[in-house]
């Protein structure tokens, strides 16, 4: 027979090992449902629903068109930090055929991204950076291009903007908003990112942004060509 007292410590031990486990489990937890909380205000009728992972996602509007703002992570690409990213999407009904979807620095890990699957790739603008990759499919992508190449040099301006997608039924930013921390990746294989909630400051330029491009995609034909125009 073993030793009780040592039996009675290896279960305390285990114990504890647990109760660590659920402090940690329920911190990352608390971290991912309310990333997004002080973000609220900055929509009309906000509300945050908590997804099967874990993360709370905001909806709401904004100058009457709905808006959601998706948190999510990525381990992916091969010899890279797991990434912490938003994806800001505009909500309406551009009445365009097809798609357009602008990637920045694509690793083919980007499961978010319909690129792979689109089946034309456009040349980046000279003024784009030159890691910008292009793709689309239906009649209308090569207007789209053109149409966005000045408002997307701006928005690409920023490093940690990763894709811009154009799709019929509204307009998507997907932006870094973290990396993982590195000695947790290393060492333990986990995705933990130095942020508890993000600053509405870094969400709402987004917010912006999504707006201004399906605004301008929403105008009618003839306004479109003068908007074009006046670039």
């Not at 800001?88 to 009445?95: E, G, K, N």
Request: contains cysteine; aromatic residues 6%.
């Amino acid at each position: 027979m073993g030793d009780p007292n040592s039996q009675d410590q290896d279960h305390a031990w285990r114990r504890s090992i647990l109760r660590g486990l659920e402090r940690r489990l329920s911190t990352a937890g608390a971290k991912r449902k309310h990333l997004l909380a002080d973000c609220l205000p900055l929509l009309e009728r906000s509300e945050i629903r908590i997804r099967p992972d874990g993360w709370g996602e905001l909806h709401g509007f904004a100058d009457g068109r709905a808006v959601s703002i998706t948190p999510f992570s990525e381990t992916l690409a091969f010899r890279r930090l797991p990434q912490l990213w938003i994806a800001v999407t505009a909500h309406c009904d551009l009445r365009a055929r097809g798609v357009l979807d602008v990637v920045r620095r694509s690793t083919n890990a980007e499961f978010y991204a319909p690129a792979a699957d689109l089946p034309t790739r456009f040349a980046a603008p000279a003024q784009w950076p030159p890691d910008t990759l292009v793709k689309g499919n239906g009649a209308a992508a090569p207007s789209t291009l053109a149409l966005l190449t000045e408002p997307l040099s701006l928005l690409f301006a920023d490093a940690r903007v990763k894709e811009a997608l154009v799709a019929p039924r509204g307009v998507r930013i997907v932006y870094q908003a973290r990396e993982g921390v590195r000695g947790a990746y290393l060492l333990f294989r986990q995705s933990r990112f130095s942020v508890d909630r993000l600053h509405p400051d870094e969400v709402s330029p987004l917010i912006a942004s999504a707006q201004s491009l399906a605004s301008l995609l929403s105008l009618p034909p003839t306004l479109k060509r003068t908007a074009h125009a006046a670039v």
